[in-house]
């Protein structure tokens, strides 16, 4: 095995609880796969494991799986970083624009439910490292709908903003790259990306939402863009810091 193999194996091998390397399974045509197993020091909660498997002999052995599975994971930790600096210039143009009391020190409105979408739940940084990937993936796909609602809302609102627009329409096209790059980790680690289908699915729950933009008055729609900007710049910082427990040498 390689260095670069190993640096991997080490890297999350020290951030995931009950790590194991198979016998005889280390080899130039061994990939990753995480699974759930019950104990390890989680409580009730499921340990992360990382097994090391074989691959079929007949495939090309010559090309080894695991620096490209760092790499991709690396990539995405990455771009998930940027854009939590952006999602963060995004929330505080769209505060700007929204006139008093949003822009007022300490103003907090109203947490109105978004369909389809909710902030991370406080149990979701004691989930296994895939269910979580799997719960950002799931928030990234619900986004760009909202926010393009938002979108339309505000050029309605704010016809002369054109940078808040842009940022708006931005957003939406880097969480579905984001949550792109997170489904093909969890691919690349063995994992179904997929869990069970939204209640109610994104498109509807989107019609809902865009819906009730349109029929309430303005200050209940600059709340949506609020609460949506916020929703947005909370699922890619989690999925941001999800993403470092994977990362070799990142955070526990």
Same mark, same amino acid.
Request: charged share 20%; hydrophobic share 40%.
């Given at each position: ?5 190993? #640096? ?23 990939? $990753? ?10 409580? &009730? ?5 990382? !097994?090391?498997? #074989? ?32 999602? @963060? ?23 109105? *439910? ?7 739940? *406080? ?7 895939? @269910? ?17 609602? $938002?979108?339309?809302?505000? &050029? @309605? ?13 931005? &957003?939406?096209?880097? &969480? ?15 994992? *179904? ?6 209640? *109610? ?14 029929? !309430? ?21 989690? !999925? ?13």
């Amino acid at each position: 095995m390689s260095q670069r193999e190993g #640096s991997l194996g080490k890297g999350l091998k020290g951030q995931i609880p009950g790590h194991r390397r198979e016998q005889g399974s280390e080899g130039p045509g061994a990939r $990753v796969r995480v699974s759930a197993t019950p104990g390890s020091g989680m409580g &009730a909660a499921w340990a992360r494991e990382l !097994t090391l498997v #074989s691959e079929d002999p007949k495939a090309d052995s010559s090309i080894s799986l695991l620096p490209h599975l760092e790499a991709k994971i690396r990539q995405t930790h990455s771009l998930a970083h940027l854009l939590t600096k952006y999602a @963060e210039q995004l929330f505080q143009e769209y505060v700007q624009h929204q006139g008093d009391p949003f822009g007022l020190p300490g103003f907090s409105p109203p947490r109105l *439910p978004v369909a389809g979408l909710s902030a991370p739940a *406080p149990s979701h940084a004691g989930l296994p490292a895939p @269910e979580q990937l799997r719960l950002d993936a799931a928030a990234l796909d619900a986004l760009p709908p909202l926010l393009d609602i $938002v979108r339309r809302r505000q &050029a @309605e609102l704010n016809p002369r903003a054109p940078r808040l627009l842009r940022r708006l329409e931005d &957003a939406g096209r880097q &969480a579905r790259a984001l949550g792109a790059a997170v489904e093909a980790v969890l691919a690349a680690l063995g994992v *179904p990306a997929r869990g069970p289908p939204p209640e *109610p699915p994104p498109a509807a729950a989107a019609a809902a939402a865009a819906a009730s933009a349109s029929s !309430t008055g303005v200050f209940p729609a600059k709340v949506l863009g609020f609460r949506v900007c916020g929703l947005y710049r909370e699922w890619v910082s989690r !999925t941001e810091g999800d993403l470092s427990q994977l990362v070799p040498g990142g955070s526990a």
